[in-house]
């Protein structure tokens, strides 16, 4: 059974991020990504099985070795997704600090 990731759900996990964040930096193999987590290889498998089928990383064959690339048009389409949300706090805030600093003169 084929099943269709959400990735934000995908995303929700501490130990994806973190995979994301060192695969952002250089292209990486399994083994390399599996050495700075204190978790079984296997797990850290399934993370990136996870993460690729939700497009958040490519996978390259280079001889026998297999790399890890951050999706970088996935990324963006997240950002897209948060940015209306983003803006929309930076908008409360703003109006909040001129509030208070008219409230602060008085």
């Not at 399994?30 to 690729?52: C, E, M, Y």
């Not at 297999?66 to 940015?83: G, R, S, T, V």
Request: proline share 4%.
């Amino acid at each position: 059974m084929n099943l269709r990731r959400d990735v934000f759900q995908a995303i929700a996990d501490p130990t994806r991020r973190a995979i994301l964040v060192l695969v952002a930096a250089q292209a990486m193999t399994a083994g390399a990504i599996a050495s700075n987590f204190d978790t079984a290889r296997p797990t850290v498998s399934k993370h990136l099985q996870i993460l690729t089928e939700c497009e958040l990383l490519k996978q390259e064959q280079t001889g026998r070795e297999i790399y890890y690339h951050l999706n970088p048009q996935k990324m963006k389409e997240i950002a897209d997704f948060i940015e209306p949300f983003r803006q929309m706090w930076d908008d409360r805030f703003n109006k909040l600090e001129s509030i208070m600093k008219t409230y602060i003169k008085k």
